[in-house]
Nanobody, 125 residues
Framework: VQLVQSGGGLAQAGGSLRLSCVASARTFTLTNYNMGWFRETPGKGRELVAAIKWNGDTTVLLDAVKGRFTISRDSDKNTVYLQMNSLQPEDTAVYYC?????????????????WGQGTQVTVSS
């Protein structure tokens, strides 16, 4: 499965960005996969920012982004989104989307085995 990311870039503090992640394989359907967004910085390593369960009904967010970020999906487009509002400089990171089979715990950062290429998000103060 190939996950292709778009979006990201530079934003000012308080601004918004939206990341998109499209799964390109014809055999891939979001209802068979838990999807997640991670971010990585040199200081913190890689952390799970948001995840959405295979059924689309349940999501989880990192405490630091609750109330600001939203994860959603469009099954018809095989696309997962991360809407990021009220951005802060500490949100600066490389963001990755990832997928793992629906049989795994959707809110655990482990066992994600398909990854997007990563996209830089930089928030200036």
């Amino acid at each position: 499965v190939q996950l292709v990311q778009s979006g990201g870039g530079l934003a000012q503090a308080g601004g918004s960005l939206r990341l998109s992640c499209v799964a390109s394989a014809r055999t891939f359907t979001l209802t068979n996969y838990n999807m997640g967004w991670f971010r990585e910085t040199p200081g913190k390593g890689r952390e799970l920012v948001a995840a959405i369960k295979w059924n689309g009904d349940t999501t989880v967010l990192l405490d630091a982004v609750k109330g600001r970020f939203t994860i959603s999906r469009d099954s018809d487009k095989n696309t997962v989104y991360l809407q990021m509002n009220s951005l802060q400089p500490e949100d600066t990171a490389v963001y990755y989307c990832a997928a793992k089979r629906w049989t795994e715990d959707y809110d655990s950062p482990t066992l994600f085995d398909n990854w997007g290429q990563g996209t830089q998000v930089t928030v200036s103060s």
